[in-house]
């Protein structure tokens, strides 16, 4: 909801144009997030199986190892990304009319700071996945955004506000709760607290490991998802991108209740796994099922009052089609039907499949976009993503159906 309320917000702080490079600029910092090696998921189930056997002490080493290697990833990231910035020309890359921002790298440089210093405390949010607290995870996620929200009320309430202070409030945002948030993680679970002396090297093989093929999986999606915008801004214009994230966001909410949903059973299938409680499991991939049917109901009535909603949300300024609307539903169905059962498969540790169809699909995304975008517009790439990801949809669900069924041989059981 909070994301929603930021939307028509943010709009009345920055013009559609701005608001556009916001967004696509946001798209590309999500690739910084990614950036920790798969060393937040490989915590997450690591730290699980810890916590299942009753050993603190590793679940100590573990926290304490992955902290030390998220700070000097993120400092060599910081690095190469801000060295990047003096032989890269941003206004080219994202079709940006320098009569009309006139500080582009700054506002790039100062995002890229703040959000690689949340990237580091991220790894509070996993910790509370592993102990399979996900409300907890969610509780952190929305209080940045509501803190962010507050931010964008009081600068809409100022005269005159540009990209910079927007930029600063949406990446600054996350930081400070999380900032707040360690103290007192660490208060209430001291058996977890991390410290430089536990640092531990023969715990980097299981966290890569397992989190190297997470990464990959990422990055492969990141491609997908992250590069639809800068496609958009610089193939049209960045005030396209802003259609294009409205609709995203709009029917992206079911997405989201989904994940808020289905989060639980990541960890607690990894915990079920490695008990072997098969019938848990399979009881509740039945009401998982009976969950996405009801998600695809609600895609059908939100695609069916789509248009009314958005004048109310955004305004009749904004145009939005009808097929634009229906593809993206579409979309989301896949997304979900996918999620479904990916979580599954990243608790039973089995991701070989999800992550080589994952880099098959970011390898024929982008040409495809390109294609289709020329031919259908922004319409097209919508298109492109339907397509890519009907294939993650399908094979996730034979893979675990093999899992289930004790027939999974070679790549389908790893």
């Known amino acids: 909801m909070v994301q929603l309320i930021l939307v028509p917000l ?6 559609q144009y701005e608001y556009g490079i916001w967004l696509t600029i946001n798209s590309l910092l999500i690739w910084i997030d990614t950036f920790d090696i798969g060393l937040g998921n490989g915590l997450r189930n690591n730290l699980t199986i810890a916590i299942a056997q009753n050993n603190r002490e590793r679940g100590r080493k573990l926290v304490s190892t992955t902290l030390v290697m998220l700070t000097i990833i993120v400092s060599v990231i910081l690095f190469i990304v801000i060295s990047l910035l003096h032989f890269v020309d941003a206004y080219k890359v994202l ?3 320098i009569r009309q921002v006139s500080n582009l790298n700054d506002i790039i440089a100062v995002s890229i700071a703040l959000v690689a210093a949340t990237f580091i405390f991220k790894f509070i949010g ?9 409300a907890v995870n969610n509780l952190i996620v929305a209080l940045g955004q509501t803190v962010s929200l507050l931010g964008i009320y009081f600068l809409s309430l100022t005269q005159q506000v540009n990209l910079i202070q927007v930029a600063v409030v949406y990446t600054a945002s996350p930081l400070l709760v999380y900032l707040c948030s360690y103290p007192i993680t660490f208060t209430k679970y001291s058996y977890l607290r991390p410290s430089l002396q536990l640092f531990d090297r023969t715990e980097l093989k299981s966290l890569f490991s397992l989190g190297i093929r997470f990464f990959i999986a990422q990055i492969a999606g990141l491609v997908i998802f992250a590069s639809s915008n800068l496609i958009i801004s610089h193939i049209f214009s960045p005030k396209e991108v802003t259609p294009y994230q409205i609709v995203y966001r709009y029917f992206g909410m079911t997405n989201i209740l989904f994940t808020l949903i289905s989060a639980p059973l990541w960890s607690a299938t990894t915990d079920a796994y ?11 991939m039945t009401k998982m099922h009976k969950v996405v049917l009801l998600m695809i109901g609600l895609l059908g009535v939100m695609f069916l009052v789509a248009t009314p909603v958005y004048h109310l949300w955004v305004g009749k300024n ?24 990916s979580n599954m498969l990243c608790g039973f540790g ?11 699909e970011a390898i024929i995304y982008i040409p495809l976009a390109l294609l289709l975008s020329k031919q259908l517009g922004t319409t097209g790439i919508i298109l492109a993503l339907v397509i890519v990801n009907a294939f993650s949809a399908v094979t996730n669900k034979i893979q675990f159906d093999k899992i289930m069924h004790g027939t999974a041989r070679g790549i389908w059981n790893k």
């Open 10 to 15: 943010t709009l009345n702080c920055l013009n």
């Open 126 to 134: 996993n910790i509370y996945l592993a102990m399979q607290l996900p």
């Open 95 to 97: 079709n940006v009319d």
């Open 274 to 284: 490695t008990r072997g409680d098969w019938d848990w499991i399979k009881r509740n």
């Open 318 to 341: 904004i145009v939005i089609t009808q097929t634009l609307s229906l593809l993206m539903a579409i979309y989301m169905v896949f997304i979900i039907i996918g999620t479904c059962y």
């Open 350 to 360: 089995k991701i070989q499949v999800l992550t080589l169809v994952t880099i098959i």
